[in-house]
């Protein structure tokens, strides 16, 4: 089967990978693809390399990498909107930012890069036109949506005569106002989210995230320098994760990554707890060598456990500490492979004792690890997508679709 799989990029994260490589956005469309894939960052390549492993041609696309798709338009002569000279000026302005980010932490280049980058999101003519072409270029047997926030269900709809099946994944926050009328199958995570759509009359199947066992090699092994790391967003959807850290940071030496910080109070506990952003590469290395890593879930998780840190975490052999879900046994065991907790308290209980508590700590650690890598990774979980995708293929065959 022929796959190409649809994905969105967090503008900030655009923001420092194209900061990290000046003159990245200047070379041919397949070199962009290759530092995107390797930068690790979300699922990078890897749904479609174990496609392709599996003996099935898969392509990614990323939607919204303005720098990547016209490379990719240029090279198939796919004509598109040029920028105006404002924006031109505007890029120049933004590349200037991106070459600074390589020196300077990222957080303080805010200021000059969001104005940038919300000018460049806000007149994306560009954006439909391309990814359209893209969709009729390759024709795939499954046009698999990943970015269900950010690629619109009535241009997929539009899609449906170049696509033999159309399929959404999602466990994240449902875009308001769209409908999903135009999908075949949708993919989720979440329990819950399965139930929903299934609700909606749509066909739905629950499929796991895992780990990449190729980030391994990637990452500089060193001592377990951090106590105790967080890494994950803080934006107003994650309110009880906030304050979550909030109580934990009031006592411990807890270590604080991710994006959404600049929204917190000033006087927020995790401010002085800090440390910047952390994409790909440096997310995986910063979990390395954490003694432990926290896990919380975002609200729309409700009570089960599905989120990609439970596997990352767990896939470079760091303790991970999660929050309770009434599914958690069904992927690791509770007490041997990872620690569950109930509330902060009994989270900050929890931490101590295992800052004191090194062999066992480690013990745990390692069967985490020994399971994620022996049934959590993306070739065992592209195998069972492959027979979920190839069940349905068959049956929207069979009703003449």
């Not at 072409?133 to 170049?162: C, T």
């Not at 994006?259 to 000033?266: C, K």
């Amino acid at each position: 089967m022929k796959f190409l799989i649809l994905n969105t990029d967090y503008n900030d994260f655009l923001g420092w990978l194209y900061g990290q490589q000046p003159g990245l956005e200047k070379q041919p469309y397949e070199e962009q693809m290759r530092v995107r894939a390797e930068s690790l960052f979300g699922v990078a390549d890897f749904y479609s390399s174990n496609l392709r492993s599996l003996g099935h041609e898969a392509h990614d696309v990323h939607a919204n990498n303005e720098f990547m798709q016209k490379a990719w338009a240029r090279e198939h002569g796919v004509r598109f909107e040029e920028p105006t000279q404002l924006r031109q000026e505007w890029r120049r302005a933004l590349q200037q930012a991106r070459r600074l980010a390589a020196r300077a932490p990222l957080r303080y280049l805010k200021p000059l890069l969001r104005p940038a980058l919300r000018s460049l999101d806000g007149q994306r003519a560009w954006f439909y036109d391309i990814l359209a072409a893209q969709i009729r270029f390759y024709k795939p047997d499954v046009l698999f949506n990943q970015a269900m926030d950010g690629i619109g269900n009535r241009f997929l709809r539009e899609m449906k005569p170049s696509v033999g099946l159309l399929v959404g994944q999602i466990a994240s926050p449902l875009p308001r106002g769209e409908e999903f009328t135009g999908y075949d199958l949708m993919i989720s995570s979440l329990p819950n989210l399965v139930e929903y759509f299934r609700g909606l009359g749509l066909p739905s199947e629950l499929s796991r995230f895992a780990f990449e066992p190729a980030v391994l090699p990637r990452l500089k092994h060193r001592g377990r320098d951090t106590p105790v790391s967080f890494v994950g967003n803080l934006s107003r959807v994650h309110q009880a994760r906030v304050r979550f850290l909030e109580h934990l940071c009031s006592s411990l030496d807890v270590r604080v990554w991710g994006s959404g910080v600049d929204g917190l109070p000033q006087d927020s506990l995790i401010r002085s707890r800090y440390m910047g952003t952390a994409w790909g590469i440096e997310m995986y290395q910063i979990l390395q060598v954490s003694k432990m890593t926290l896990n919380h879930h975002i609200g729309i998780a409700e009570s089960y456990a599905n989120n990609m840190r439970l596997y990352e975490a767990t896939g470079v052999g760091t303790l991970l500490i999660t929050d309770w879900k009434v599914n958690l046994h069904e992927i690791f065991e509770p007490g041997r492979e990872v620690v569950a907790y109930r509330s902060p308290e009994e989270c900050a209980e929890v931490i101590e004792y295992y800052l004191g508590h090194s062999e066992e700590r480690e013990a745990i650690a390692r069967a985490g690890q020994s399971r994620t890598l022996g049934e959590h990774t993306y070739y065992k979980r592209v195998q069972e997508l492959v027979g979920i995708v190839a069940r349905h293929v068959s049956h929207h065959s069979a009703a003449g679709h």
